[in-house]
């Protein structure tokens, strides 16, 4: 269920992005900008106990701040990620909830990003 879930949001964004995707945040700021699939949790739904709701980190980490056009570089980024899962109607069983504005440490630098979380409802039987 959960290696599912992160292998599809991983094939899902790779299939139609050219952005790379990595496992892990970089360790070299030449890596970047690049899409990091976190690590999955979940919870039991509150609406039927046999359904979990899954959900894990997407972060968008962009170039340096002292880098050319950065931040604008990163929004567009950001704006295709969410485009990418649906936007506010979902891609398939993916959806979008919350773009949460992050600093990422790469290579002792703090570089501008966002965590969007993803989500999905999982049915265990």
């Not at 899902?12 to 900008?33: M, Q, R």
């Not at 990418?84 to 992050?102: E, M």
Request: a negative charge; proline letters at 6%.
């Amino acid at each position: 269920m959960f290696s599912e879930f992160r292998a599809g949001v991983y094939d899902d964004l790779h299939s139609k992005l050219s952005t790379p995707i990595w496992d892990v945040i970089p360790d070299d700021v030449a890596e970047l900008p690049c899409l990091v699939v976190g690590w999955p949790g979940g919870q039991q739904s509150t609406t039927a106990p046999v359904i979990w709701d899954l959900s894990l980190p997407v972060h968008v980490v962009g170039r340096r701040q002292q880098a050319g056009r950065s931040e604008a570089e990163l929004l567009a980024l950001l704006d295709d990620v969410f485009t990418a899962l649906g936007g506010t109607r979902g891609a398939g069983d993916f959806r979008a909830i919350r773009c949460t504005p992050q600093l990422v440490t790469v290579a002792g630098q703090d570089c501008p990003g966002y965590v969007v979380t993803v989500t999905e409802a999982n049915a265990t039987c």
